[in-house]
């Protein structure tokens, strides 16, 4: 399971390097939501849609689930199906809240490599979130159900682009 942690993990790096996001230096700061409730946040999430990336590659019905761990920090495990046959493919991570907004973490699949995990923008009742890093690299649209009522996606998607993300870039997650 580590070796698996590992590549995914090793695979989001070089991702990194090869992202066509416009630099950050031309790009206002990322804005994050005011405060997070993490009894709230904890739970099942759907993926709507995400920016690509090498570690999600082949990924169909992605899911998170985040729970709170005895130390404080959060247990993270995404999770999909292999669009090839089926198998269902894991990994687990541990997540840490670095300001006391709650918006801004880190997470980290393969110590000592982590990852920035900003919250930036939030249901009133917790039924979507809008995950980013301050880069502009990586993008997930999060919700509690499998789809996404259209005119909510729609005013999400305006609120990416506001923040200086791509809306061409987001692939939408395949659902079988």
Known sequence: MRLIAAIFFLSFLVACAFNSTPPTSQLAPLKTVVQVDLSRYLGLWFEIGRYANSFQKGCLESTATYSIRPDGDIDVLNSC???EDGRLREAHGRAWVVDSSNAR???????PFRGDYWIIDLGK???YAVVGTPDRKYLWILS???QMHPDLLAGVMQGIEEQG???DHLLFTERR
């Not at 973490?105 to 110590?111: D, E, G, M, N, R």
């Open 165 to 167: 993300f791509i809306r």
């Open 81 to 83: 199906h292999n669009e």
């Open 105 to 111: 973490l880190k997470v980290s699949f393969f110590w």
């Open 125 to 127: 009742d917790y039924e």
């Open 144 to 146: 509690r159900t499998p």
